[in-house]
């Protein structure tokens, strides 16, 4: 499959985000003890400091990720989730960086995420990091927790292209190829 699409602003409402938005949910409480579980359910997304994206390829939704502002520096990469059946494709690539570039247009200076510490969320911890994201300690109303690994990544304030719109939205294999995203 070539990785073709489009990130855009979407509802998480909609009946296709839900439902993989539901999935999303279900593996976090799967993986991590109730109580160190942070993943934003459709109310949570909703919130005004929220931005919603999805990552779809014609009507097929492929991922979401949303990027929530915790003040006028500092941002949170949220619900980052790929389809199981788009993983290794470069979907959740295409949506950091997206996200990433929304925080620089919008001006933060710093972004931090919280994720697991458990096997099943090595794939996203190698993701973050290579994307430059170091460990850090809990921030905002986080806690301390053997369960939760929490990172941070200092923008340096060099914008990426946009157009008029902000950020670059469209994604086709060879873009990807650019952003480094694909090997080869």
Do not use: Q, W
């Not at 950091?96 to 925080?103: P, S």
């Not at 939205?169 to 480094?180: D, M, N, P, Q, W």
């Amino acid at each position: 499959m070539t990785l073709d699409g489009e990130i855009s602003a979407d509802d998480p409402r909609a009946p296709d985000v839900r439902a993989l938005l539901e999935r999303h949910l279900t593996a976090m409480l799967a993986a991590t003890p109730p109580e160190h579980a942070f993943a934003l359910d459709v109310d949570g997304l909703l919130d005004p400091a929220v931005s919603f994206f999805s990552f779809r390829t014609g009507a097929e939704l492929l991922g979401v990720g949303a990027i929530k502002r915790l003040d006028a520096e500092h941002g949170e990469i949220k619900s980052m989730h790929t389809a199981a059946a788009a993983r290794g494709l470069g979907v959740g690539r295409a949506m950091l960086h997206h996200l990433l570039g929304v925080a620089r247009a919008e001006g933060l200076r710093r972004v931090s995420l919280e994720t697991g510490t458990m096997a099943e969320f090595a794939p996203a911890r190698a993701l973050y990091e290579s994307a430059g994201f170091t460990a850090c300690g809990p921030f905002a109303d986080y806690r301390p927790s053997d369960d939760n690994c929490f990172m941070t990544l200092a923008l340096d304030g060099a914008a990426i292209s946009k157009g008029d719109d902000g950020p670059s939205t469209a994604f086709g294999r060879g873009g990807l190829e650019l952003f480094g995203l694909f090997g080869g």
